[in-house]
């Protein structure tokens, strides 16, 4: 068999022999830092007159004589390694000759100013803790190329560190979502990633098969099912964040694998799950941003104030005063496939109204014909309790007051059936298991499903979803 092997740089290597003929391991052991770079700046005051011990990686290096500069960039930032080789130990000196760009080393010291005022380490030693045998790109590399971007994004966040902070930034809006949940006593909990049945929405399953059962399973298009199956064995407040896949496209808005809030409240409705929305939205927002006025791109989004409107409504300000039949031909223009007044307005809605959502809007009100898990409402035949929240034109939540009577639930699944038989293929499978769940009693109950990914857009001010997910899927070079 043939081995598999990469082309590293043939300099360092040659490099790399040399380090070790010269007695040094370049790839060294533990190494404790004093504290992270933008730390050292910033208690220069303190610890000026302390030995310290800074780390990261070498982003430039430049000679002067007997004097060098490094830049030295660890996960906080970059902190100058000013060197004067009168200073260092033997062995330090004879490592100089090997460090170049893309190295990780230890520096250990005194923190200085030199003449231009700049904060930096001024070592008496110098460590090798890992060589790089492969050069860093041009700089233009993590800023222009996006494709190559996003194929090799550890060098992404190593030579652009607006994309390491988005990610960062990410993870804040996650951390200040559970601690909110957390606060109001809100339990997460792990479901499954395979299932048998591809449940809780709308969408086109990915397929595994289970060897040890012999058996096909689906990955988790959503957490809905199982966390309604929590509801009915006692429990009243639970939420997952994990990963949903959906067999669909892909673009700025859209990854086949992306990051789900899902939560359920027993006893409760649309209202409350509207008041946590905002809840949820806007402490993401100020967790990761300090305001709740954000830029994105040109517009500037207030998540101080949401806006409410219906479904209906909404598509009679661009369609007018038409009647039901005459709303139904319009949809057909774009889907053959409609043929109710409530999938007509949701086709509308999606094609003509909602690219027109700039700042924080409920949309409710929705059609039953598109929302087989959700309660219907009692004044308004064909349709349910259910809002979804746009912004920017992109759907962020979507929540229902939850269908919890067995029976209509068993109408529903079977209206799904009959859509599947007419050649819709996104179309919710019939779950006999959670129908008998539901049997033992389900207490009434709101719930609301937030993509996590696309609020991280929001919050980050990111033009696709890409940017905020560390390695997303890419076709085939």
């Known amino acids: 068999m043939e081995k598999s092997s990469v082309d590293f740089d043939k300099d360092r290597l ?11 391991e370049p790839y060294g052991d533990r190494f404790e830092k004093t504290a992270s770079n933008i730390e050292l700046k910033g208690g220069f005051e303190r610890l000026n007159d302390s030995m ?18 490094l830049d030295l960039r660890d996960d906080s930032g970059t902190i100058q ?11 330090s000196k004879k490592l100089l000759d090997f460090l170049e760009p893309g190295d990780i080393i230890g520096a250990e010291g005194r923190l200085t100013k030199t003449k231009t005022g700049e904060i930096s380490v001024l070592p008496n030693k110098i460590l090798i803790l890992a060589k790089a045998l492969l050069p860093l790109p041009p700089k233009w590399y993590g800023l222009e190329d996006t494709e190559k971007r996003y194929r090799k994004r550890y060098l992404d966040f190593i030579m652009n560190p607006d994309s ?17 949940l957390d606060k109001k006593g809100f339990i997460e909990v792990i479901v499954p990633i395979l299932q048998p049945i591809p449940g809780g929405a709308h969408a086109r399953p990915f397929v595994t098969h289970y060897n040890a059962l012999d058996r096909d399973l689906y990955l988790k298009i959503a957490s809905e099912l199982y966390l309604k199956r929590m509801l009915v064995g006692g429990f009243e407040k639970v939420y997952d964040i994990s990963k949903d896949f959906r067999n669909e496209g892909v673009d700025t808005r859209h990854n086949p694998e992306f990051t789900m809030l899902e939560l359920y409240q027993a006893y409760g409705d649309l209202s409350d799950m509207m008041n946590l929305t905002q809840e949820i939205v806007k402490a993401a927002v100020y967790t990761s941003n300090g305001t709740f006025s954000v830029p994105y791109g040109d517009a500037k989004l207030d998540f101080s104030k949401f806006s409410t409107k219906t479904m209906e409504g909404s598509v009679r300000e661009v369609t007018g005063n038409i009647n039901n039949n005459e709303m139904i031909e319009r949809a057909k223009k774009i889907d053959k496939k409609v043929t109710t007044y409530g999938e007509a307005i949701n086709t509308l809605f999606e094609e003509e109204v909602q690219k027109t959502v700039i700042q924080p809007t409920f949309i409710t009100n929705f059609p039953v014909e598109v929302s087989p898990l959700a309660k219907s ?17 992109t759907e962020i939540a979507n929540a229902f007051s939850e269908l919890n009577d067995p029976l209509e639930q068993i109408e529903r699944f079977n209206f799904e059936a009959s859509r599947k038989e007419k050649g819709v293929d996104e179309t919710q499978e019939f779950d006999r298991d959670f129908i008998e769940a539901l049997g033992y009693g389900m207490p009434p109950t709101g719930g609301v499903g937030i993509g996590i990914d696309r609020l991280q857009m929001l919050c980050t001010n990111s033009k696709s979803i890409k940017e905020v997910i560390p390695f997303p899927q890419l076709k085939t070079l």
Do not use: C, Q, T
């Open 14 to 24: 040659e490099k790399l022999n040399a380090l070790r003929i010269e007695g040094f």
């Open 81 to 91: 390694v000013y060197i004067l080789e009168e200073r260092l130990d033997a062995k």
């Open 377 to 393: 409402m009692k004044n308004a035949p064909g349709f349910v309790y259910r809002f979804e929240l746009y912004v920017m034109g």
């Open 164 to 180: 390491k902070e988005k990610i960062k930034k990410s993870s804040e809006v996650i951390a200040g979502i559970r601690g909110l």
């Open 52 to 69: 310290i011990k800074a780390a990261g990686r070498i982003i430039a290096r430049r000679d002067h004589g007997k004097i060098k500069f």
